[in-house]
Structure formats: C-alpha cells, structure tokens
C-alpha cells in the first residue's frame, strides 16, 4: 500500500527566501508524481507534474526533482513571496492504478512579508 | 470559464437525509473523480469514472452512489446521510495519456451534517 508522507507539516519563511518542501512515498513503482496548491477554502491547484521517466520539471520559481530509488520528491520555491502562502500536497500515482492518486497530508506555508 | 465546477458550494443538513451534490467539466477530459478531505485534511479518492464507466471504488460506504450522466458529469447522491459524512468533496478530471493526465480539481463542496 502507498503511503506518501510530507515534512514539514508547516513552514513559516520571512519573504525572499529560498525554501524546499519534501516528499516521500513508500512504493517506487510509481507512474508519475503531481505537486498540488491549496488556498483556504478552495480547491486544488496543479503546480508541477512528473512523469516516472523524468528527474525534475521547472515552472517559474518552483521546481520539483523525482528520485524514484530512494522514494522522495523535492519542491523548491525560489524568491518567496507572500502570495506563495498555501498549503501544498504531494501525490503519487502509481503504476497500473487507474489513475487512482495518493496524498500526503500536505505542508502548510506561510511567507511573512 | 471554469473548468471543473460543482454545486452547492455549501450543504447543511440533517442526519438521515438524501443529498446530491452535482460536477461539470468542460474540459473535454475522459476521466473524472470524486474525493473527500477531512476535518484534518488528508485529501482520499472514493470514485473514479473513465468514460461512464466506474474504474476506482474505494471502501467507501454503499450509502454513497456516484452517477455519470455523460463524459462531463459526474454527480455524487448520498443516503442517510451520517455525522462522520461532514467534509469537503471535491470533484476533479483528467485526460489520460500522452503525459496530459494532470487532474484539475473543482472548488469544493462544504457538506455539515448536523
């Protein structure tokens, strides 16, 4: 069974610093990885998708690295801004699932201007 | 121009009652799903359709029924509705294949069951 596991659960950061968020999940076999945000009270919103064939993927300030051998994700926000603050949940999709997605329980961010 | 849209954003009822809540998309997708966030929000797939057809049905309870009218709908009625039935649910979709499986999630639907 997988489980997807994400530190910190929260991340308080002064604006402009450079951060990274973690995640880590317990079956290699994986079809690809998404990095979601979550404002308050809205809905989820696709940051960075990975395939299991890729090492990273980049989109502006955010990038986010693959390691699939030792089961972990990486996403590093560049310049941080207040408007980053958000929580952001990590999922997995693994391999022959039926595009069913695990979810860790997510990082709560919070940039201070 | 949304995307993914679901109706009511807020539902209060009471214990025992039947109640639906309803998702588009207009997407063009193949796949939609529905998923339920808890009051600690760790986000768990419950239904999943590709096509009209049901793919993923986790453990959940048989008082929940998923309903998909066509590609770009799919509805979620619960009966008897329970305490433990209060969460977010949120509706999303995809395309599968060609690396385009990004699902896109709608704002959420508040159900409090009082």
């Known amino acids: 069974k997988q489980e997807v596991t994400q530190i910190p659960a929260a991340l308080s950061v002064p604006e402009g610093e450079n951060l990274v968020l973690n995640c880590s999940f317990t079956?290699?076999?994986?079809?690809?990885l998404q990095w979601f945000r979550q404002d308050p009270g809205k809905g989820l919103t696709s940051l960075l998708l990975i395939q299991s064939s890729q090492r990273e993927q980049t989109s502006g300030r955010l990038n986010a690295s693959l390691d699939k051998s030792s089961g972990r994700s990486t996403l590093y926000i560049a310049a941080s801004q207040p408007g980053d603050s958000a929580t952001y949940l990590c999922?997995?999709?693994?391999?022959?699932?039926?595009?069913?997605?695990?979810f860790g329980k997510g990082t709560l961010l919070t940039v201070n201007p | 121009d949304t995307a993914v849209s679901q109706t009511p954003k807020y539902l209060v009822t009471q214990m025992g009652n039947d109640k639906s809540i309803k998702c588009e998309q207009n997407l063009g997708h193949d796949t939609m799903y529905w998923y339920k966030q808890d009051s600690k929000k760790f986000l768990k797939i419950m239904f999943s359709y590709n096509n009209k057809e049901l793919i993923i049905n986790e453990t959940v309870p048989n008082r929940f029924s998923p309903k998909s009218p066509d590609k770009a709908h799919l509805n979620l009625h619960i009966n008897s509705l329970e305490l433990g039935d209060s969460a977010v649910y949120f509706c999303?979709?995809?395309?599968?294949?060609?690396?385009?499986?990004?699902?896109?999630f709608g704002p959420g639907t508040r159900l409090t069951v009082l």
């Open positions: 999303a979709s995809s395309q599968e294949g060609q690396g385009r499986d990004t699902q896109y």
């Open positions: 079956d290699s076999a994986i079809y690809n």
């Open positions: 999922a997995v999709r693994r391999r022959g699932s039926n595009y069913k997605l695990t």
